[in-house]
């Protein structure tokens, strides 16, 4: 009776265990989980039936009953093993039916055996003492079948298990020992069973227990939500070294890729302080210890003398009462892209120096010609100038080289100014405009330009425009080279410059409109119209001489007065020219105050510093 009792109580525990992994039926391992808690609930529910029954014929439909659970148990083993041991992969489709054919058979010859005896050669009824009445029987061929067929199928998951704790980390075969230990206890009970030390057959209670603690794994310690053997398949599948080392440094574990990368074997390296299978971390894991997140570059030599670079990634770890407890080292290789840099690094070296050379040879250049073009142009002068009978030809030879040599030297300053902006040398001279001494002195120079193109200019002021702080130099510059273009670009038209004074975010600043009637600019070309060497087209060389540096030229002008230049046009329609310039009277007063390289840094800043976003 204690005995049925009991078996009584394994049995609801195992149904309860069935119906938990029921609920949990998204976790893989939880299917295989609910068969053998259901195969076990069958089997303990109708042994305890066996024992309380009285009658031979009764006792015998109980140990079949049995069988439909016992027959699924070493199935339910398998898969459970195979859920586990690969990730959660099933038990293909086709196999896990021909696994049921011989439970099937097995079943099908126990209900039937009254007809051939073949799974029970003879069944009756001893008397045991602690017992009372048992069920006595001689088994026949198809039982010894059966039950090498279940040995070999539970050694088979259990082989599927162990070959799982091998292949683990040092934490996951923590979480693997306990429920691999519990596929011991049905091997020990059957034997102890087999070997005539007890009257009960233990077996199911061995099983019930093996699923209890399968099913804490599961569901309490949640080993196999977190399937541990997925370590293997991830971090060995990484193309980045990963190594994991205690709050002693000592590496714990470690992956394929990162033995590759310190040439070591998994023996020379586990349990061994990190800075002694790699010596170059020494540096870096000092200034990481113990809490710090970080990443370095790290230079490693190879056994064959090469360089490679590697970015560590080094990130702390903590054990469950959040105290360190270690850290998690990823090591990148970064040797091509280091590769790269250098090459980039170089190339954008050697464009610097040629560049500064460039610079350098156009001022010595430039230079070297403005003293002979001066020479020309002033003799051209003296000789218009002292020779007042000469004949008309003469004159006009000597105006024509007067002209090309002003061309000329406009040309040569256009470079050595391009020169001096881009060597970083040009340098603002600060001082106070009178705007309407400048627009009015603009509009006489410009004037020859209008009339040779047959071109009228119209001014727009509000007023008296005041004065502005800037560098006079360049701002007519700026400007007159604009009202050039227009003139030079339109025929038979109108150049309208428009000026107005206002404030932007608490700043003055000046607004300067220089729009055209001419023939406009293709809007494809506006994009480059500010790069140096660049022009519309090419007919605009033959038609107007020029090397295309003029807008370049002016545009960094702007820019080194901390203003802005844009340009609209579209072909056929004319252009406009907006300039907006500030006004750099602080930069102005503290220069004065202090004619300092600090002073001129400073008041450089304050240009650099000015936002003229609308």
Not at 162 to 168: D, S, Y
Not at 302 to 317: H, K, M, N, Q
Not at 396 to 415: A, P
């Amino acid at each position: 009776m204690v005995a049925s009792l009991l078996l009584c109580i394994v049995s609801a525990i195992c149904a309860t265990l069935a119906i938990v992994s029921y609920r949990h039926w998204h976790v893989a391992a939880a299917r295989p989980l609910l068969l053998l808690m259901l195969a076990l609930t069958i089997w303990t529910s109708g042994f305890a039936l066996e024992i309380a029954l009285q009658d031979l014929s009764l006792k015998l439909l109980a140990a079949k009953i049995q069988y439909i659970g016992i027959v699924a148990i070493p199935i339910a083993w398998l898969i459970f093993a195979k859920r586990y041991g690969t990730l959660g992969e099933p038990i293909a489709h086709r196999i896990g039916l021909l696994l049921w054919i011989e439970p099937v058979l097995t079943l099908l010859f126990l209900w039937t055996n009254e007809q051939h005896h073949l799974f029970y050669r003879t069944i009756s009824i001893k008397q045991t003492a602690l017992l009372g009445p048992m069920l006595s029987t001689t088994y026949g061929p198809i039982f010894w079948v059966h039950a090498l067929y279940a040995y070999i199928l539970i050694l088979a998951g259990s082989i599927l298990l162990l070959r799982a704790l091998l292949r683990n980390s040092i934490r996951g075969r923590q979480q693997l020992i306990g429920p691999l230990l519990a596929t011991i206890i049905p091997w020990a009970a059957n034997a102890i069973y087999l070997s005539g030390w007890v009257e009960l057959d233990i077996t199911p209670f061995a099983f019930a227990a093996t699923g209890v603690i399968w099913a804490w794994s599961v569901f309490r310690i949640r080993m196999l939500d977190l399937i541990p053997i997925a370590r293997d398949e991830v971090l060995e599948s990484m193309s980045d070294g990963v190594i994991v080392q205690n709050d002693q440094n000592q590496v714990i574990d470690i992956n394929n890729a990162a033995l590759s990368i310190i040439k070591r074997s998994r023996k020379e390296v586990m349990n061994k302080q990190l800075i002694t299978v790699l010596p170059e971390s020494a540096e870096i894991m000092r200034r990481f210890r113990p809490i710090i997140h970080g990443s370095e570059e790290l230079q490693i030599m190879d056994t064959d003398g090469v360089e490679r670079w590697f970015e560590v990634r080094i990130s702390p770890l903590q054990d469950r009462l959040k105290q360190y407890s270690g850290h998690l080292i990823v090591l990148s290789d970064i040797t091509e892209r280091k590769n790269a840099e250098a090459i980039l690094l170089a190339a954008k070296e050697a464009a610097e120096h040629a560049s500064r050379t460039k610079s350098a040879i156009l001022m010595n250049m430039s230079h070297e010609l403005l003293t002979p073009l001066n020479a020309i142009i002033g003799y051209s002068e003296l000789l218009l100038l002292s020779t007042p009978h000469t004949s008309p030809e003469h004159i006009t030879d000597l105006t024509h080289i007067m002209n090309s040599g002003q061309n000329l030297l406009n040309m040569v300053r256009d470079v050595l100014d391009l020169a001096q902006v881009e060597a970083g040398v040009l340098r603002c001279d600060i001082q106070p405009i009178n705007l309407d001494q400048l627009v009015e002195s603009l509009a006489a120079n410009v004037m020859p330009t209008l009339q040779m193109h047959h071109n009228q200019l119209a001014i727009n002021t509000s007023g008296k425009l005041g004065t502005i702080y800037s560098d006079q130099e360049k701002l007519e510059r700026i400007i007159a080279h604009l009202l050039d273009n227009a003139a030079k670009f339109t025929e038979y038209g109108t150049v309208t410059l428009s000026v107005y004074q206002t404030l932007l975010n608490q700043q003055p600043i000046v607004t300067f409109h220089i729009a055209d009637t001419g023939h406009g600019i293709a809007s494809e070309a506006i994009e480059g119209l500010f790069q140096p060497f660049t022009q519309e087209d090419m007919s605009t060389t033959r038609r107007h001489g020029g090397m295309g540096i003029g807008l370049a030229i002016v545009h960094q002008f702007c820019q080194l007065l901390g203003g802005t230049l844009n340009a609209s046009s579209k072909s056929g329609a004319g252009s406009t020219f907006e300039l907006t310039i500030p006004d750099l009277k602080s930069a102005y007063t503290l220069a004065g105050q202090e004619s300092t390289p600090t002073s001129i840094q400073f008041a450089e800043e304050q240009i650099n510093g000015i936002d003229l976003t609308r």
